[in-house]
């Protein structure tokens, strides 16, 4: 399992193009996660499923995204039962 957290410029359009690059990769993201911060949005999506390279081959193609500032991978946070 994989976490990305995805700074992305405040756009309308930063949401659903994170959500599509997904999609079009045939990925579906077992959570993902938007917060409105003061100067930017911040998504987080956990993926199952991934390996380590292939987690940071889908880091590099999200950093070059138009609306993305900044992508990092990071293990998925622990939810407490």
Do not use: W
Not at 12 to 22: D, K, T
């Amino acid at each position: 399992m994989h976490r990305f957290r995805i700074d992305a410029i405040h756009d309308p359009q930063s949401l659903p193009r994170i959500a599509g690059f997904f999609a079009q990769r045939a990925i579906v993201p077992s959570a993902m996660r938007m917060r409105m911060l003061r100067q930017h949005l911040r998504l987080e999506v956990t993926v199952h499923g991934l390996d380590a390279a292939q987690a940071a081959v889908i880091a590099g193609k999200l950093g070059e995204m138009f609306a993305v500032i900044e992508v990092e991978t990071a293990p998925p946070l622990s939810i407490a039962a």
